[in-house]
């Protein structure tokens, strides 16, 4: 059953993979020209995303696969004529539950927030090394704190890409920075960088009364700068932001979430749902039997997506409750959640339990 699991979870990790990489990594990482090792980090720092869901969706799956070959092949029916009752099977798939209720906390709580921080570093790193080692093979586009950045690869395929800035001021002006080349060279040892511009201008607007008819005010040309060379030091981080770690609620361990919940409401719902899906662990194998009970001949192609999708309504209804109660303290959050998935688990436990005879009897062969 482990091998179905890890089987089941790998085709669910390779999934979101393949869709991240669809949907603008595969972009990036060739724009920047990323080494392959830093290209497989990227992949594998994204596969703890998706874990806390995965993991317990791959458990249904595998308990219902394993079991209902265990049914066909009357090994249920054996067991039963031995006078062992069916309850041995729900304690083991409780047990297996458990397991991957604590894999999915260690995951969702600690690795996962480091994968997402390792993440961020690492494509902050890919455009840094493009931008310092004038790598840029297409137009980049960066909306950074100093304004608007557009690197463009030169034609003669020259290391010193094109470069337009442009800047709002806060008095309305706008500053616009054009560079037929330009190169950063450092970071020295107060992380600051050298920014070099060839063949460079530099143009000045301000905000000007609009005349008749217009809409409102307009900008006007104040003054031009231009030169061959010019260097300027500034901080990387104005260029592309890089935040520190845990400015995101998701890139906050569990421990760290723990100890601010008591006065932020919103680290209250990351816990709730930190600790929810792991308690999906414990009611899918519940969930994959029962659906087992129902499976017959005629039915087998939809029991297992319908259990899935009950899987996936059970994250989100829970998900919607927890919200509502974050403005509670943090004990009502658990009290709520633990409450809520122990009446889930006893309910399931009694339909499994009610449904014995028909999880046992061989249904396939059957119409």
Known sequence: MALQVALVLLLIESIFVME????????????????????????????????????????LIAVYRVALGLREDREFLMLSSLGIPPHGLIRLVIRIGIAGQLTALL??????????????LL?????YQSLIGGQATTTRLFETRAG???????????????????????????????????????PDADGRVALHLFDFAVDQFVPTTGGAGTAGPTLGYQNSLRGNSTQQSLVFNDIIPFDPRGRSIS???????ITSAVSDPAHR????????RGLLCVIAPLIALLALSFTTRANQAIVLPVACAALMATEIIGTTVLSSAAATSL??????????GLALGGCLTIAVALRSSAIARPGLGRT
């Open 107 to 120: 995951v969702g709580g600690f690795v996962d927030p480091m994968s997402r921080y390792t993440f961020r």
């Open 251 to 257: 890139e906050l361990m569990l421990t760290e979430l």
């Open 148 to 186: 608007t950045v557009v690197v463009s690869p030169r034609d003669d395929r020259e290391p010193t890409p094109r470069l337009f800035v442009r800047q709002f001021n806060p008095d309305g002006s706008e500053r616009v920075v054009m560079a037929n080349g330009s190169r950063l060279v450092g």
């Open 20 to 59: 991240q990489l669809i949907s603008g990594l595969l972009e990036h990482l060739l724009s920047t020209r990323a080494s392959l090792p830093k290209a497989i980090g990227l992949m594998v720092t994204q596969l703890p995303q998706v874990f806390e869901l995965a993991l317990p969706t791959a458990i």
């Open 269 to 276: 719902i990351e816990i709730g749902k930190r600790l929810g």
């Open 331 to 340: 004990p009502g959050v658990l009290t709520l959640l633990f409450a809520g």
């Open 123 to 127: 494509m902050f790193s890919t455009s």
